[in-house]
């Protein structure tokens, strides 16, 4: 019955206390009306978990982090409809109310009472996770889980291009070559871009030329930033994008 269930417990890494992350066994969740439950294949560490674990970052403990992930639908609960048992889904981490005026625009992420999967809710760096059914996003079993799971670091760097109705045929800046802004390079490329140079600091890693990227330069941090001045503008840069975000101080002709 219920009250067996939730005596039920998995396996999860969670944050006990700043700098103490735990494999622990943990409360099993169960889904409630609308939501569903997901067993975990793939689960991401982004880098805004870093500060939840070691800058006291995080809203209570103890809490499980992960908003980065895939897997498959174990269980619905009451009145779901479109996600079907079996369902392979990724997740879209924020919760919007729903109610408020921006909500109501279809403002969701300007929403100033959402929650969010691994950061005010329970998350999914454990066996099992439960989502809301509009946040569950159902993907074909040909894309792998951890590809599924980083649909939504890839949209962020989306979002960067669509917010500047970026059209592809021009030359783009991306400042930091990191997840983000190895998802900007990729997306610039598909959208039809000239040419993408990533720009990182000295020691980062060369993962921009096992992506594809045509041409990648490194700099000192203080070499790196000194041009927010229109000089991206002045060498024929379309868009520069800094970390993924499109940045009035580093973002020229948009």
């Given at each position: ?5 939730r ?5 999860a ?5 700043n ?16 939501e ?7 689960s ?11 800058h ?15 897997g498959?639908?174990v ?28 909500c ?40 792998s889980?951890?590809?599924?799971a ?17 059209q ?51 700099y ?35």
């Open positions: 019955d219920e009250k067996d269930r005596k039920e417990t998995m396996k890494a969670v944050v006990c206390a700098e103490d992350v735990q494999y622990l066994d943990y409360e099993e969740p169960i889904p409630g009306p609308g569903v439950k997901v067993k975990v294949r793939a991401g560490i982004c880098g805004s978990d870093i500060p939840r674990v070691l006291n970052g995080v809203h209570f403990y103890p809490i499980v982090l992960g908003h980065e992930f895939s498959d639908v269980e619905i609960g009451e009145g779901v409809t479109k996600v079907k048992l079996g369902d392979r889904v990724s997740g879209a981490p924020l919760q919007p109310c729903m109610k408020c005026d921006d109501q625009k279809g403002n969701f992420s300007l929403c100033k009472h959402y929650s969010f999967i691994g950061s005010r809710e329970q998350g999914s760096n454990a066996d099992y996770v439960v989502i809301p059914e509009q946040n569950a996003v159902v993907y074909d079993s040909s894309i889980y951890e590809q599924a980083m649909f939504e670091p890839s949209t962020v760097a989306l979002h960067g291009l669509l917010q500047n109705e970026y592809g045929g021009q030359y783009v800046a991306v400042l930091g070559g990191g997840t983000i802004g190895m998802f900007t390079m990729q997306w610039a490329k598909i959208f039809g871009s000239r040419k993408v140079v990533v720009f990182d600091i000295s020691g980062a890693s060369g993962t921009g030329k096992t992506s594809g990227c045509r041409c990648s330069h490194q000192n941090e203080r070499k790196l930033y000194a041009g927010s001045n229109g000089t991206y503008r002045e060498k024929g840069i379309w868009l520069c994008v800094r970390d993924g975000r499109t940045d009035p101080d580093y973002a020229y002709g948009i």
